[in-house]
T-cell receptor, first 112, second 114 residues
Framework: SQKIEQNSEALNIQEGKTATLTCNYT??????LQWYRQDPGRGPVFLLLIRENEKEKRKERLKVTFDTTLKQSLFHITASQPADSATYLCALFTGGGNKLTFGTGTQLKVEL | KAGVTQTPRYLIKTRGQQVTLSCSPISGHRSVSWYQQTPGQGLQFLFEYFSETQRNKGNFPGRFSGRQFSNSRSEMNVSTLELGDSALYLC?????????????FGPGTRLTVL
């Protein structure tokens, strides 16, 4: 069956450290992968999109890698801050148009 | 530019009733998608509308339906509500219909079925 799994339900790290979140997928061959942030009681907010022919993409303190051989994407937040605490979701386009299939999400907590 | 708006924000219904949720996309956006989010199943795709036509449908029973109007506003309807329909229903809009388009999510409607 098709699955998108993200590492552990919660990740606690210290302020200033780099957070690394994992997204693994099976039985998909996506051309694009997206990462979203979701705060409690709010809708997801788009962060980054990476294409299959891009190994790495950066935006400010965020970095995403995409390994289509391993079927894995890594999401890094450098110099993490308490304000980065949220749930992070990876998502793949799995149908025509805008049908997104989301991963299970990783809750990140950055502690002082 | 105003973001995606959803009404109502909170709703309490009883089993067997039906409910209609509304979504107003960002001005100019023609694609509207609906998702259901629950603690157990996460975010699951319900359906997508583009220019008043349903383009994609997820694996949900026929009790879940939707439509889109000429001004791109969308509604989704759930009939014969079940306890398991309690969830956060999210609407997302995008400018076009393509896999690189950014989707903008609304705040969601929290539905509780008693």
């Amino acid at each position: 069956s098709q699955k998108i799994e993200q590492n552990s339900e919660a990740l606690n790290i210290q302020e200033g450290k780099t957070a690394t979140l994992t997204c693994n997928y099976t039985n998909y061959s996506p051309a694009y992968l997206q990462w979203y942030r979701q705060d409690p009681g709010r809708g997801p907010v788009f962060l980054l999109l990476i294409r299959e022919n891009e190994k790495e993409k950066r935006k400010e303190r965020l970095k995403v890698t995409f390994d289509t051989t391993l079927k894995q994407s890594l999401f890094h937040i450098t110099a993490s801050q308490p304000a980065d605490s949220a749930t992070y979701l990876c998502a793949l386009f799995t149908g025509g148009g805008n049908k997104l299939t989301f991963g299970t999400g990783t809750q990140l907590k950055v502690e002082l | 530019k105003a973001g995606v708006t959803q009404t109502p924000r909170y709703l309490i219904k009883t089993r067997g009733q039906q409910v209609t949720l509304s979504c107003s996309p960002i001005s100019g956006h023609r694609s509207v998608s609906w998702y259901q989010q629950t603690p157990g199943q996460g975010l699951q795709f319900l359906f997508e509308y583009f220019s008043e036509t349903q383009r994609n449908k997820g694996n949900f029973p026929g009790r879940f339906s939707g439509r889109q109007f000429s001004n791109s506003r969308s509604e989704m309807n759930v009939s014969t509500l079940e306890l398991g329909d309690s969830a956060l229903y999210l609407c997302a809009s995008s400018l076009l219909q393509g896999s690189t388009d950014t989707q903008y999510f609304g705040p969601g409607t929290r539905l509780t079925v008693l």
